[in-house]
């Protein structure tokens, strides 16, 4: 063996097999027992009973079967294929919300120390309880509505009932925040005369509020239940069904045959793989638990330190939810809430989501050039015409989907059931996707059980929205909002953002961007912010709460499969993700970047000059580009990224000279080491 040979560093890449026993597993998204144990540690939502009674366990799975199969054929009542129905708008939401409400009790014990094998009898006299709402709006329907305002002693009874029931639901499927939430709300509406000055309102007893929680579309069975029995509901069942199919899989060997090889290859493997699987799951940890598994370990192997491995996997598997086509559900949240199509949502939504992706993928690339990071072996790596021979069929749902949303003219809930329904059909043109019945049936049940937690946060935050539409909260905090933004919108944007951050730590994205979305998004939209920006600026805040310490139950998640700290992973994830925390500013003062009101060479530059800034942002951080960045850059790389945030002239103008002065010094330094190293080899 030659001198030369004998020095040369082994490449750690070299020494990763693919067809490892445990890593084959994760690429397929089976995961072990630990795993499964450390998503129910890092997520209250997926902890919940495994029955050991196969009669009660079959029973189950039968109901989870049912409420999916209501659900997925819900759109077709009335219809030639369904002759009778559909319900009427407070009997399908009742039932809705009393079907999650029986799964979730039976699912979810009492409190930690209850059992998790034996559904209590606390729990049966529950879900019985839980009927009787909507056996009661059945029975009565035109009597609940005509009462509405000035209910009798029945009403009262069942409201309360319902109230109670909710709440109890939502502390035991999401914690106790949103149950607190909604208790103090509901204080507020009773006590509210009592509060000095700006939000005192004259008060209402406990039969006027009530009665507005339970008998009309502004209270519990509101936009929000609406949004989680039709939109969230079937793409929570479509993300199941893909899943079955082996997406998750495909994803995988498709980033790895697009990116293993690059620097630092697993680490960008896990930003694209997470990324598109996080768009159409819609879970954060499950994503991170799931994609981690197989994407932390070749991180590590490559060189990364088991900290950023971790960060890298929870901020790919968090904005996957910002991501079209799917957005985890919030496109069409939005869509509700702003009275816009879909496409609409995902038009503006597109170019924020590719520059937050766009700035990990940066500081992935950075660091592994700073630490010297080389990709996996090509040898190693699937090919992508096979990849695509194997599984690319698996697309065609994501390109039907698209069709139908975008183009067809079909409304949302029919996309989302043609699509399931395609998802299964195209499966089954190759072997290695094909779902049998069983597999099928497996995926409605999936559906059931994941749905339950954020519908019934959805159905909680449906009294905080109730109560506020009823004392006038909203306004008075939206007239709030704006005598402060009047003196400094910067201000007002950062209040906002740490409101939607705190109300994220302990409540799902969705419900927390629902409440954001009635109370700070209406007063930054007068503000004059494009209200389409507002939303999406409460929505990402919301979802950036998953990874910021001290809660941060992605980067929790992460930390727990590299085997890393849980606060320096959380910490690297906020880090990493400094560009995305920027990118809403960005939008919100600059709407082109939106494409809102603005031509294609508007729109272009500010899109330019927008990646520019990204780009600094993640040469500030990482203290690289072509070699080591000393801390004079780093400061006027970070100032010429802000100043790229304003679309203005001059701005753009000052922003642009300092990316010249930061590249050109590189570039200039990195000549200069050449001659160097060449000399010393």
Not at 57 to 74: E, M, P
Not at 219 to 241: E, H, P, Q, R
Not at 449 to 477: D, E, H, P, Y
Not at 483 to 495: D, H, K, N, R
């Amino acid at each position: 063996m030659s001198e030369k040979a004998a020095d040369s560093p082994v490449n750690p890449a070299d020494r990763i097999d693919l067809n490892d026993a445990e890593l084959a597993k994760a690429r397929e998204g089976i995961l072990t027992e630990e795993q499964l144990k450390l998503i129910e540690d890092a997520d209250r939502e997926s902890k919940f009973r495994k029955l050991e009674s196969s009669v009660l366990s079959k029973v189950f799975y039968g109901a989870c079967l049912i409420v999916s199969l209501y659900h997925f054929l819900n759109p077709f009542m009335g219809s030639r294929l369904i002759p009778f129905g559909p319900p009427l708008v407070l009997e399908h939401r009742s039932l809705h919300v009393a079907m999650m409400l029986a799964l979730g009790f039976v699912m979810y014990p009492f409190g930690g120390k209850s059992s998790y094998k034996k559904v209590a009898w606390l729990d049966w006299v529950l879900i019985a309880l839980s009927i009787i709402a909507p056996l009661y709006v059945w029975i009565d329907y035109s009597g609940v509505i005509e009462r509405a305002g000035m209910p009798n002693g029945n009403d009262v009874i069942i409201a309360t009932l319902l109230i109670v029931l909710v709440l109890e639901g939502s502390r035991r499927m999401t914690g106790l925040v949103l149950p607190i939430l909604g208790l103090i709300f509901i204080a507020y509406g009773l006590f509210g005369r009592y509060v000095p000055g700006l939000f005192m309102h004259r008060g209402y007893t406990w039969v006027q509020l009530s009665n507005h929680l339970f008998a009309n579309t502004e209270g519990i069975y509101g936009t929000s239940v609406s949004v989680a029995a039709s939109y969230i509901y079937l793409f929570i069942l479509f993300g199941a069904v893909m899943s079955k199919c082996g997406m998750g899989s495909f994803f995988n060997d498709i980033a790895m045959a697009l990116a293993g090889h690059f620097k630092g290859g697993p680490a960008k493997v896990a930003v694209i793989s997470s990324a598109l699987f996080g768009s159409i799951n819609g879970s954060a940890v499950a994503n991170v638990v799931t994609a981690g598994a197989f994407t932390i370990p070749l991180m590590k192997k490559v060189g990364y330190s088991k900290e950023f491995a971790g960060a890298v996997e929870a901020c790919a598997s968090v904005g996957g939810q910002a991501l079209p086509p799917v957005m985890g559900a919030a496109a069409f949240i939005m869509a509700e809430i702003l009275g816009v199509s879909y496409s609409v949502i995902i038009i503006h939504a597109a170019i924020p989501a590719l520059l937050y992706y766009m700035g990990v993928l940066i500081q992935v690339h950075l660091r592994a050039g700073k630490m010297g990071l080389v990709g996996l072996p090509r040898e190693n790596l699937p090919k992508v015409i096979d990849v695509l021979k194997d599984k690319g069929h698996l697309l065609i749902p994501i390109v039907v989907l698209l069709y139908f949303l975008l183009f067809s003219g079909t409304t949302v809930i029919y996309s989302a059931v043609i699509t399931i329904l395609s998802t299964i059909v195209i499966s089954s043109l190759r072997k290695n996707t094909r779902m049998s019945f069983k597999v099928i049936c497996d995926a409605f049940v999936d559906g059931a059980k994941q749905t339950v937690s954020v519908a019934m946060a959805c159905a909680c935050v449906g009294i905080i929205i109730g109560v506020t539409s009823k004392t006038g909260f909203g306004l008075n905090m939206a007239n709030t909002i704006i005598s402060v933004g009047q003196q400094s919108l910067l201000f007002t944007l950062i209040f906002s953002m740490i409101t939607c951050m705190i109300l994220g730590m302990g409540v799902p994205s969705i419900p927390a961007y629902i409440i954001t979305a009635a109370i700070a998004a209406p007063a930054l939209a007068k503000l004059g912010i494009p209200a389409m920006a507002a939303h999406l600026f409460a929505f990402y805040y919301a979802m950036f709460a998953n990874l910021t310490p001290p809660v941060a139950l992605a980067s929790f998640a992460a930390a727990g499969i590299a085997g890393g700290d849980f606060m320096k992973t959380g910490f690297a994830s906020v880090k990493l993700a400094l560009a995305g925390f920027i990118v809403p500013f960005m939008f919100v003062y600059s709407p082109q970047l939106m494409l809102i009101d603005t031509t294609w060479g508007e729109g272009l530059r500010v899109v330019i000059g927008a990646c520019i800034g990204v780009l600094l942002i993640g040469v500030a951080v990482e203290g690289y580009l072509f070699v080591k960045v000393n801390m004079l850059l780093r400061l006027i790389a970070f100032a010429s990224a802000l100043c790229l945030i304003d679309a203005g002239m001059m701005t753009d103008i000052i922003g642009l000279a300092g990316t010249i002065l930061v590249v050109g010094m590189q570039y200039f330094l990195s000549r200069k080491q050449e001659p160097t190293a060449a000399s010393t080899s």
